[in-house]
Structures are given as structure tokens and as C-alpha cells.
């Protein structure tokens, strides 16, 4: 799907979407977002709460794991979010191609 800006100072810009670049990219947000979920977390989260870390010279660093987890979450509902994102305008772009389809086809038998 291609698209211009319009008339404008950027008019001579176009912006080219391709339907299975945005499906590539949803699958990688989605292996980033699970890795995070199955992996990268529990293991933060284990480590948060290993009491033989909890006291001695180490008791400060444990603090840092606290915060790695708050960071690693937010950082899983970037991804997630921008994968529901891509989600939505990939349908939509499906939609408005079947409804054109549909004025085309329409057109075409006349």
C-alpha cells in the first residue's frame, strides 16, 4: 500500500506499506514480548527473592533487581502495546483493501 502526504512541502514524500513487513514485525514484537514473560522476568524475579542474597555485602545490589523487574515490565507493555497497535492497522489496512476490492469489483462489471 502506498501513500503521499498530500499537497504540501512534503508532498513528494511517499510512505510505502507493505502488509507482510507489518506481519514480520508483529511476530518479532511478539518473541520479544514472550521472551520477556517466560524468560527474562522469572529469572529476575527468582534472583529478587534468593534470601542468600538478602543480607552481607550483596544486600544493597539486591535493590537493583527490584528495580530491573519494575523496568522489565514496563518494558513488556511497551512491546505488548505496540503489538496490539500493528495488530489493529494491519486489520484495518485488511478492511479498507477488501472494501476498495469490493467498489472495484463493483465498478468493473458495469
Do not use: W
Not at 514484537?29 to 524468560?39: Q, S, V, Y
Not at 527468582?46 to 518494558?75: C, D, P, R, V
Not at 505488548?80 to 489493529?88: F, I, K, R, T, V
Request: glycine share 4%; proline share 1%; net charge negative.
Amino acid at each position: 500500500m502506498e501513500t503521499s502526504l498530500g499537497e504540501s512541502q512534503y508532498s513528494s514524500f511517499v510512505i510505502d506499506i507493505k502488509t507482510e513487513e507489518m506481519l514480520t514485525i508483529i511476530q518479532h514484537l511478539r518473541k520479544i514480548a514472550n521472551e520477556l514473560m517466560t524468560n527474562a522476568n522469572p529469572c529476575l524475579e527468582i534472583l529478587a527473592h534468593t534470601n542468600f542474597y538478602h543480607e552481607g555485602a550483596a544486600k544493597s545490589t539486591m535493590k537493583a533487581y527490584n528495580s530491573a523487574i519494575s523496568k522489565m515490565n514496563e518494558l513488556l507493555k511497551v512491546y505488548s502495546h505496540a503489538g496490539q497497535l500493528m495488530d489493529y492497522y494491519v486489520q484495518k489496512m485488511i478492511d479498507k483493501d477488501e472494501e476498495l476490492a469490493k467498489i472495484f469489483n463493483g465498478h468493473s462489471k458495469d
